[in-house]
């Protein structure tokens, strides 16, 4: 099941590079999007975590999109 979610996250998130310039390999940006994902995922429910999927969505966000914006030679 992992492995099918991972899948599917990284061609989302392909899908949002496709026409991004970025001064980092896209692969590279898909794998630790991915990565983090599924990690923060797993320890959310193995750990029985409290928080919402709203306050999770909203954490890795805050957490991943810095640096791929920055990879896209954004702000």
Known sequence: MQARIALLIGELV???LHDRPTDV???LIVDCVVGAYT??????VDDNDP???AQMDAAFRRLLA???MAALGGP
């Open 51 to 53: 928080h919402t999927p």
């Open 66 to 68: 810095p640096g791929v």
């Open 39 to 44: 990690s923060l995922l797993a320890r959310w």
């Open 25 to 27: 390999p896209r692969e």
């Open 14 to 16: 392909r899908e949002q």
